[in-house]
């Protein structure tokens, strides 16, 4: 009965972890926004800390990105720290645009190919790796 119980629990859990969200942002820095209430870690990205050299260059580049547009991430049901963990679109010019994507075409985030799989390595700027440093756990 037990056994019975956690699994639809856990079932349930799912149903309501792994969804989207879509509303205006907030940004907190180049990897980490405010949607909706909901704080989400883009997926895949490693952006400098806003106390680092180019920290605060990535949140006001993504300040100015997002500012006006809805925002909508497609959560994958991780969290880490107070965040859930997603992938987040914008409208640029009628086409949905993939953030991370933006962020690292840009110079203000590298691919983390341990959480990305490499999809957002070709994104990547000459000279970016040598400009930014890569997080440990990447």
Do not use: H
Request: charged residues 25%; hydrophobic residues 35%; contains cysteine.
């Amino acid at each position: 009965m037990f056994k019975i119980f956690l699994t639809i629990f856990l079932l349930a859990s799912t149903q309501v972890i792994a969804r989207d969200v879509t509303g205006t942002a907030r940004v907190r820095d180049a990897d980490t926004i405010v949607v909706a209430g909901v704080p989400v870690r883009l997926n895949g990205i490693d952006a400098p800390e806003l106390g680092t050299r180019y920290g605060r260059d990535g949140k006001y580049f993504m300040e100015r990105l997002l500012r006006g547009r809805n925002v909508t991430c497609e959560l994958n049901g991780e969290r880490t720290y107070d965040r859930w963990v997603g992938t987040c679109f914008i409208d640029l010019d009628g086409q949905w645009t993939d953030i991370g994507a933006v962020v690292i075409s840009n110079g203000y985030a590298l691919d983390c190919r341990r959480y990305s799989g490499g999809r957002y390595r070709s994104f990547e700027p000459a000279g970016a790796r040598t400009r930014l440093s890569q997080a440990g756990y990447c």
